[in-house]
């Protein structure tokens, strides 16, 4: 029963991926100023069909509405999993890192998704990559932002890089603090010893992690939204720091390990 039910379950995903990538495609195929916007809606919409069929329940803490304002949305980041829980409830363009547009599978993924993809090793870049960022904040698209730069293995939130912060100063948006914590996995709280099959770091691999994800039933996590910072009058550091203090005191005030 269980291999059939993890075979259906492989089925159904590259059935999901399949209509996501066909309905973004159609979307590309329109130009216009709102395209993006239907493209992280799209996102949303399906992240949210995924979430249903990996068994991923979210709890939502929050007393800020987000409302239909555009953000730069900042989270701690451990895991892909982090980009369908994010997405699922805040259409969004993601921050992605050149080497993810150079993967096949996760790359086509991304593109199609809305994603950004900025070079953070080469200060070169720096201005064309807060210019790309800057250009969807201002077309009134909300982006997220996974400051640390890197994927952890939860034990702490790394400091934050400040310099696509910028991003927001630009143009003048808020910064919204996003908290995520998963909290079971089949039923057992997460903890070191059983959090490798979600967390995704350091060099390990994405489809032998994926196959063995899909092999879970139920996982619970949790998305804190929090108050958001005024990008005005504020440095870029300025701005770093206060988003972290804000994720990093929520994510202490649970973090039991």
């Known amino acids: 029963m269980k291999r059939i039910k993890f075979f259906c379950k492989i089925v159904f995903i590259g059935i999901l991926i399949l209509l996501f990538l066909f309905t973004s495609f159609l ?17 949303s919409y399906f992240c949210r069909l995924a979430l249903k069929l990996l068994g991923i329940n979210i709890r939502i803490n929050s007393n800020f509405s987000p409302g239909g304002k555009t953000y730069l949305i900042v989270s701690n980041h451990v895991s892909y999993l982090d980009v369908l829980l994010i997405a699922s409830i805040l259409p969004a363009s993601f921050i992605t890192s050149v ?3 150079k993967d096949i599978f996760l790359g086509t993924l991304a593109k199609f998704g809305g994603s950004i993809f900025v070079e953070r090793r080469k200060k070169t870049r720096l201005m064309r990559d807060l210019e ?21 293995n ?16 630009y143009c003048g948006v808020e910064i919204l603090p996003v908290c995520i914590r998963y909290i079971s996995i089949e039923g057992a709280p997460v903890n070191r010893g059983n959090r490798d ?10 489809f032998p992690h994926f196959v063995h994800l899909l092999k879970l039933q139920t996982i619970k996590a949790e998305i804190n939204i929090l108050p958001a910072i ?5 440095k870029s550091d300025t701005a770093a720091k206060l988003a972290y203090k804000s994720i990093y005191e929520t994510y202490q005030k649970f973090y039991s390990w």
Do not use: Q
Not at 27 to 43: D, E, M, Q
Not at 159 to 165: C, E, R, V
Not at 230 to 234: D, E, G, N, R, V
């Open 230 to 234: 005024s990008s005005l009058s504020i």
């Open 132 to 152: 790309s960022v800057s250009k969807v904040l201002k077309d009134g698209v909300s982006v997220v932002l996974f400051p640390e730069g890197t994927s952890t």
């Open 197 to 206: 099959l979600i967390f995704w770091y350091g060099d390990m691999k994405f």
């Open 154 to 169: 939860g034990e702490t939130i790394l400091p934050f890089k400040k310099t696509l912060f910028r991003s927001a100063l």
């Open 99 to 101: 080497e993810i547009s």
């Open 27 to 43: 979307i590309f195929l329109f130009p216009g100023r709102n395209r993006r916007k239907h493209i992280v809606a799209n996102c």
